[in-house]
């Protein structure tokens, strides 16, 4: 049997912009997914996000988000271009976006168009909150969810003071991709056994709340609540990294036998004669005491000495990694994970692989980020037209 990418069959008409929609047909693309990306008017707002790029929208967000995609520019507010669009549907498996809902009625993007035109299509929605909310139909971007969601508030809760603040990565758009992608991936398996297609809603708002509150839930699990929501291991402020004598590293023993382990090795078993730390119960409610203990004595040697004895006995730690110091990370680089390639246009550029690996199949080789319409007469001619 001739082994093929996991998704190679699969084709899905990619609408979304930004980094929601992108991230999701950009895994969809990973597994081998033909991700036909149908640009608006003067092409994703990613293709501008970074310093300026050495070419006009191919900017930095752009090489990396989109890539495995065809792109096509086609304008559907014409009269050709909608005829395009409306032969394009049918020859698709899935299609995602995220229009407003009464923009996409006005498209022709809503359900009931798309599945006029193939009754078992899979038709998502990528929105910021769901339709029976009184929300519905608000824009949403990531700041908007963080602060919404209680992500914001996590900086404050953890050091009782200080505004609320963002944490400085995209979490709620990326968070929500991921969740679209197990979505059409479900809708995938369910048209395989049943032959119905369906449409489904994505959430950002109520996708970044479920996320978050997994953990930080908490006591308001218990009806009436029995603490409040957070969890308190999350948010100690000394659950940190700490400072060696030449730099920072994280030392995570979490088992108790570790940490007992660990002050014995130290030479501060003695640690562990005060009532406060005497059973394991004991020190799991005041880990805290472990960790300030523990963050005096990491300056008296360096990071690569405490990692060196940390290694020799089986004691979680690292050293803390700049965003920089990863191009050097020795494990990334014997996995492969990032690669250097050759754009057509832009020259040398850095891509990452995909970081999961199937056992069945073969990887997919994604293509560079496209061009604003680089494949709009090519996905026509597949058409016939």
């Known amino acids: 049997m001739v082994k093929k990418p996991i998704l190679s069959d699969i084709r899905i008409l990619d609408m979304t912009t930004v980094m929601f929609g992108p991230y999701c047909t950009e895994t969809l693309a990973a597994m081998g997914a033909d991700v036909i990306k149908l640009e608006p008017p003067g092409g994703d707002e990613s293709r501008r996000v970074g310093k300026p790029s050495r070419t006009r929208r191919m900017g930095p967000l752009h090489l990396t988000?989109?890539?495995?995609?065809?792109s096509i520019d086609w304008d559907i507010k014409t009269e050709q271009g909608a005829e395009d669009l409306r032969a394009l549907i049918p020859r698709c498996d899935v299609i995602i976006h995220n229009l407003r809902e009464q923009a996409a009625i006005r498209a022709g993007l809503d359900y009931d168009a798309v599945r006029a035109l193939r009754p078992d299509i899979i038709h998502v929605h990528c929105t910021g909150f769901g339709r029976e909310?009184?929300?519905?139909?608000?824009?949403?971007?990531?700041?908007?969810?963080?602060?919404?969601?209680?992500?914001?508030?996590?900086?404050?809760?953890?050091?009782d003071d200080g505004p609320p603040r963002?944490?400085?990565?995209?979490?709620?758009?990326?968070?929500?991709?991921?969740?679209?992608?197990?979505?059409?991936?479900?809708?995938?398996?369910?048209?395989?056994?049943?032959?119905?297609?369906?449409?489904?809603?994505?959430p950002m708002f109520e996708t970044v709340t479920h996320f978050l509150l997994q953990e930080h839930l908490y006591g308001r699990v218990f009806?009436?609540?029995?603490?409040?929501?957070?969890?308190?291991?999350?948010?100690?402020?000394?659950?940190?990294?700490?400072?060696?004598?030449?730099?920072?590293?994280?030392?995570?023993?979490y088992t108790d036998e570790r940490w007992l382990r660990l002050f014995t090795?130290?030479?501060?078993?003695?640690?562990?004669?005060?009532?406060?730390?005497?059973?394991?119960?004991?020190?799991?409610?005041?880990?805290?005491?472990?960790?300030k203990a523990l963050e005096a004595m990491l300056p008296e040697r360096d990071s690569e000495e405490w990692l060196?004895?940390?290694?020799?006995?089986?004691?979680?730690?690292?050293?803390?990694?700049?965003?920089?110091?990863?191009?050097?990370?020795?494990?990334?680089?014997?996995?492969?994970?990032?690669?250097?390639?050759?754009?057509?246009?832009?020259?040398?550029?850095?891509?990452?692989?995909?970081p999961v690996r199937f056992g069945a199949g073969i990887a997919s080789e994604l293509l560079d980020a496209r061009a604003m319409g680089e494949d709009s007469e090519a996905v026509r001619r597949e058409l016939g037209r």
């Open 223 to 253: 009806d009436p609540p029995n603490a409040p929501a957070g969890y308190p291991r999350q948010l100690d402020p000394d659950r940190q990294p700490m400072a060696t004598r030449n730099g920072y590293i994280v030392i995570a023993p």
């Open 265 to 291: 090795l130290l030479g501060r078993a003695d640690l562990f004669e005060q009532e406060a730390l005497s059973t394991p119960l004991l020190r799991l409610h005041n880990v805290a005491l472990m960790q």
């Open 308 to 354: 060196d004895l940390m290694r020799r006995h089986d004691i979680p730690a690292c050293r803390v990694n700049s965003l920089d110091d990863l191009f050097d990370d020795p494990h990334l680089k014997a996995v492969g994970f990032f690669e250097s390639r050759t754009h057509p246009t832009e020259g040398q550029y850095v891509g990452m692989r995909a």
């Open 133 to 159: 909310g009184p929300y519905a139909g608000q824009p949403a971007y990531d700041d908007i969810i963080q602060a919404l969601s209680g992500t914001a508030s996590l900086h404050p809760m953890m050091t």
């Open 166 to 202: 963002f944490l400085p990565t995209a979490l709620a758009d990326k968070v929500s991709g991921l969740h679209a992608t197990y979505a059409v991936l479900a809708a995938l398996y369910h048209r395989e056994h049943s032959g119905e297609g369906q449409t489904i809603e994505v």
């Open 65 to 70: 988000m989109n890539r495995g995609k065809r």
